[in-house]
């Protein structure tokens, strides 16, 4: 398969799903697999791994793969009657062979996958609405990854949903690292029941434990790791709030704390859908 004149190959993981490669003339690289739609691994033309997956993933139904960017829908967290984060992250996608093109202006050294979901029988029991969800993964010539959702409404019944890009980017150690772009905002801290708060520091840092919800935020959020030089730039539409989750463990007798290697950063939107 080949989109875009860049290498776009279809292999198996260690069950037997397909798994799409993304990969550039450059080197980088995207992994993204059927069983949730879910890009797994985002590699610079150096080979570094840009996003966190656990060396204790499941890759296959009916468990969610904890790590990559995870897709939420049609619901987030537990706000609702459906499992966390919706089903959508535990459901097979498919390839859609005969997808759009690019848009001429927008297609040079491009290599992307389109994958799609619709509801199934036993999907439809739990949440009655029939859907068409559009994935497309771009990998860029210049190693710059991008995704881009469409629901559509293939009944004449509007519905409405959350959707989230639940991304777990990684990182050196949570204390160096700071993410801007959220300063004045207000948010929902969902360590002291979704309380209200207004976000007083010219950057968001990590000195215990985050699990918040940023309201409105601007279109442009960057993620600044010290220790490792480097910064993630996050350009977003549609996807108004910005959900920070950072886990800190502490333990032993002198309060040694364990960072996790990973930053959540979270992208979410709650929309209406009509016809």
Known sequence: MNNSGLAVEVSKDRNGADQILLRNPR?????????????????????????????????????AVRGGIPICFPQFGQRGSLEQHGFARNRTWIIDENPPPLHPNDACGKAYIDLLLKPSEDDLKIWPHSFEFRLRVNLTADGNLSLISRIRNI?????????????????S???EVRVEGLETLDYLDNLYQRERFTEQGDALTFESEVDRVYLGSRDAIAIFDHERKRTFFIKK?????????????????????NLKPWLILGMRNTNRCFV
Do not use: M
């Open 237 to 257: 539409e549609g996807l108004p709030d910005v959900v920070p989750f950072a886990f800190l463990q502490v333990f032993g007798i002198h309060g040694r704390r």
């Open 173 to 175: 150690d949570i204390s």
């Open 155 to 171: 009944n004449c019944k509007p519905f409405s949903f959350s959707i989230a890009y639940h991304t777990y980017f990684s990182i």
């Open 27 to 63: 080197g980088a690289s995207a992994k993204v697999g059927l069983h949730g739609g879910q890009v797994l691994s985002w590699r610079t033309d150096r080979g570094e791994e840009l996003l966190f997956t656990s060396s204790k993933a499941i890759f296959k139904p009916p468990y």
